[in-house]
């Protein structure tokens, strides 16, 4: 059976990384189609209309022109991360018990914020305010298949940085606070970490974030040899949550 201390995991204290901001200057944009077809109804019906593939197909392009991705983000060491938290060398806390538990063993965080700017909100809005419905919600459902995009590849380079290092292994599975059980006003804390506004994000007091196709996470990094490849690290094997769009696995029996 498994014990608490399990799941604790207490390094060596070592100096907060300094913030680093990327502005992605080379970063070609992209759409997650996968994400923007669950957006738009796929899992629903199996399948999209013809007629909302031919307004992607159409919107594809223009919505492509307003895209401007950015990403701040720092790395943070943790003292320990205990049943339902975790805890920053700086005394920070994060509460969450799936991602507490899916973080076991990571030596350091990374904490990000990522946007791909506001014209996009600009044109939902004046698309909302010609009544053309349709239209903005493909092009609500473009942004954040973009926005999704830019935050896996910031990702992923870790991925692969890491990959090479002699000490850490791979970036494990991001969280977002609202998501799984994770509060949503956590995201204040996310905001004490890495100055968003170097990448014009702000957030309200309700926790929303401006521009609103931006996306705050956290993964962790692990100690070579202990990488975050087995299933307890994935709450979503366990989790049987049917709409949910952040689902990164099917559950252990719902295929
Ligand atoms: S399906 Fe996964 S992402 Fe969604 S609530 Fe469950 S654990 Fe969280």
Known sequence: MEQNNQIRSTVSVM????????????YQPEFDMDFVKRLLGRQKTGGLTRSTRNRLKQMHEGVYQLLHPRVVWGVFPVAAIEKGRIEFVSGLTLKSHK?????????????????????????????????????????????????????EKFQSGFDRKFSSNEVHTAAGIRFSPGYCDWQVTEQHKLFSLVDAGTIGVTLDKSSLMTPRKSISAVFGLYPKGSGPATKKHNPCFYCFKKDCLARRSPAETIN
Do not use: H, W
Not at 15 to 26: D, G, H, K, M
Not at 116 to 144: H, P, V
């Open 99 to 151: 991602m507490a538990r899916a973080m076991t063993g990571a030596e350091q965080l990374v904490c990000f914020v990522a946007t791909i700017g506001r014209k996009i909100d600009l044109k939902i809005n004046q698309l909302m305010d010609q009544g053309r419905i349709a239209n903005a919600y493909t092009c609500d459902a473009l942004g954040s298949g973009a926005v999704e995009s830019v935050a």
């Open 15 to 26: 100096e907060p990384a300094a913030q680093t901001t990327s502005l992605l200057a080379n």
